[in-house]
């Protein structure tokens, strides 16, 4: 059964602090990504990641990092965690095969920065 | 560039009635298109996929969407709808015809009255 797993479910973190959201699949997918969603606007793509090593912005890459030092983990960094940033943050992966494969999700982490 | 949209950010329907939910593409290549549902405090899960072939594409739990170039639309059915059937739902197309991330309507979420 595939499974992408994320550290938190949960997160509460305050203005100004840096933040790990970790992401781990266990399908052996090349492909690596992170979302937030809002109310009201979908999905939207932060980063993601083609390999190891290998990083890509998305739409709203702006005030987040990312991290791929292993193949089935993909850290998503808040250097410096805002209100703003405040969000449901969902990490997918998929693998690279022939034509778009579909993406797996994980459950997401729920973070408030106050 | 890409771009999803689905029509009515909220649809109520009643149980064992008809469900439409409506998704209107934008794609500059042939797409492949995915519908996902999302069940509360989950992540998403795939429904269906259309990449080539038949343009009626059947999916879990009874759905089902077809594909209708001309209309540039991608619209998912369900016959009876059940009181489990109550989740976000949203629609997605592939920004090129090769593996690469997804671009997500906003979702619409479906109420199932008994």
């Known amino acids: 059964d595939v499974k992408v797993t994320q550290s938190s479910r949960y997160l509460v973190k305050r203005t100004g602090e840096k933040v790990f959201l970790e992401c781990v699949q266990d399908?052996?997918?090349?492909?690596m990504f992170w979302y937030r969603q809002d109310p009201g606007l979908g999905l939207r793509l932060i980063y993601f990641?083609?390999?190891?090593?290998?990083?890509e912005k998305g739409d709203i890459p702006e005030g987040y990092s990312v991290s791929r030092e292993k193949k089935e983990r993909f850290s998503l960094i808040l250097e410096s965690a805002s209100t703003n940033q405040t969000s449901m943050y969902l990490c997918a992966s998929s693998s690279s095969g022939q034509g778009v494969d579909e993406q797996y999700f994980g459950p997401g982490t729920r973070l408030t920065v106050t | 560039a890409q771009s999803v949209t689905q029509l009515g950010s909220h649809v109520s329907v009643s149980e064992g009635a008809l469900v439409l939910l409506r998704c209107n593409y934008s794609?500059?290549?042939?797409?492949?298109l995915f519908w996902y549902v999302q069940y509360p405090n989950q992540g998403l899960q795939l429904l269906l996929k259309?990449?080539?072939?038949?343009?009626l594409v059947k999916g879990i739990n009874g759905f089902e969407a077809e594909f209708k170039k001309s209309e540039t639309s991608f619209h998912l059915t369900k016959p009876s709808a059940h009181m489990s059937d109550a989740a976000e739902y949203f629609c997605a197309v592939s920004r090129n015809s090769g593996n690469t991330p997804l671009v997500f309507g906003k979702g619409t979420r479906l109420s199932v009255i008994a």
């Open positions: 794609s500059s290549v042939p797409p492949y």
């Open positions: 990641s083609y390999d190891v090593k290998m990083k």
């Open positions: 399908m052996d997918h090349e492909n």
């Open positions: 259309y990449t080539t072939g038949a343009t």
